[in-house]
């Protein structure tokens, strides 16, 4: 693929993935073409379907959200790695939410991406907590499996002007749930409370 041809695909993937979430599934092919700054024709040539472009999207966002498990913990505490990367799980959420109707359509016909995928961030998130309990920065006593089902209720949280704000408070009230009883960096008896 020329480089031209791949900025554009990236740039589409890019816009898609904030159209859908705006504007869920329905949002505008044309739209999304416009925004990224190239016609209909170049859209389709990447992405002959709607559900093909929603599959890319989504093996995106999974990718990305795993990338980002590596980079903040490379560069981050491990329990602000942690706290960092729940908060980029509500936005990969927040992008799932407006796929969600071609999401089941492919859970039905590609049913390999989702284990995949749901395998990747499970991963990714089992690393992070690990190595905030094996440093006594949250308790030892989390399952990962546990966090992520607890992460994916904020799925439910109705769709409100103020979503992104309350998924937010509750990434600290789970991370503060984390925390609690575990021994701080100074290996003091954590209260939860890191303000």
């Known amino acids: 693929m020329r480089a031209d041809a791949r900025r554009n695909r990236e740039k589409l993937l890019e816009v898609a993935a904030i159209v859908f979430s705006e ?6 092919l044309e739209q999304i073409a416009r925004r990224a700054g190239v016609g209909i024709g170049t859209l389709y040539r990447h992405f002959p379907t709607r559900e093909h472009l929603v ?21 981050h505490a491990p329990d602000v790695a942690l706290e960092e990367w729940m908060h980029r799980f509500v936005g990969y959420i ?4 407006g796929m969600t109707n071609s999401l089941q359509i492919l859970v039905t016909t590609n049913s390999e991406l989702f284990a995949a995928s749901s395998g990747m ?3 990714s998130l089992r690393n992070l ?65 890191r303000g």
């Open 55 to 75: 599959e890319v999207v989504y093996r995106r966002e999974v990718e990305s959200l795993c990338a980002a498990a590596s980079e903040l913990a490379l560069n």
């Open 94 to 97: 927040a992008a799932k939410r």
């Open 129 to 193: 907590v690990e190595a905030a309990a094996n440093q006594d920065l949250i308790r030892r006593d989390i399952d990962s499996t546990d966090l992520l089902h607890a992460l994916f209720t904020i799925y439910s949280i109705p769709d409100a002007p103020d979503w992104h704000d309350r998924s937010r408070r509750l990434v600290k009230l789970l991370m503060d749930g984390l925390r609690w009883g575990a021994r701080d960096r100074h290996g003091a008896r954590s209260d939860g409370n």
């Open 121 to 123: 961030v499970a991963v």
């Open 23 to 28: 504007h869920g599934i329905e949002g505008s």
